[in-house]
């Protein structure tokens, strides 16, 4: 079953979960204890496979883009032509871009979430790695009133991403060695430290 950012919180507030992952927002941040990030993910756009590659804002002029409610929908509509339609998920997104009486051109989200979909799915590719502006952080977020434990995974995530482990990890994701810079999917310890166990974000 595929589960949306709304299911994951949903299943925390139930108890259902004790953690779940979620991109970290200030939203968020404010609802949840939350901790990360462990990966600092670009945008990019999934396009159908043989289409013209988008390397360029202006190239998104006069298509229709799907996504999410995102930071990265909100730029899109502030840096480029583009028609945005929104989508409850990216996997609703990715099926309207298959469907062909659709007239979806391109999904847009952050570039981990597609490579995924686009290495299940032959039909599909990534494109525009950074067209549009942002990153979204993944973490970690639990029921409020558990800092002392989300201060312990912070400690944790930091560990490993000074590890050698981070990066043999990553390195199973074959495009972003092959097609993008993988150190800045890599977050600082002050990257960390503005968006873990705070209301804010803030150092």
Known sequence: MQMTAESREAALQRRSVEFVMLAITPSRMRGFDVVGPYVRAPSALLTLAGSEPLT???????????????????????????????????????????????????????ALTLYEYARVNSRVTVTGQSVIPGYENHGFAMLKGQRQKCVLIKKSIMDYIDDMQWAEDISVLPQVFREDDWKKYRPTDEQINELSCRETPGR
């Open 56 to 110: 360029k804002k202006s190239d998104l002029d006069g298509k229709v883009v799907c996504s999410p409610d995102s930071s990265f929908s909100e730029a899109l509509v502030k840096t480029s032509g583009a028609e945005l339609e929104r989508r409850a998920s990216v996997g609703d997104c990715v099926n309207a871009l298959l469907d062909k009486g659709s007239d979806v051109a391109a999904v847009l989200s952050d």
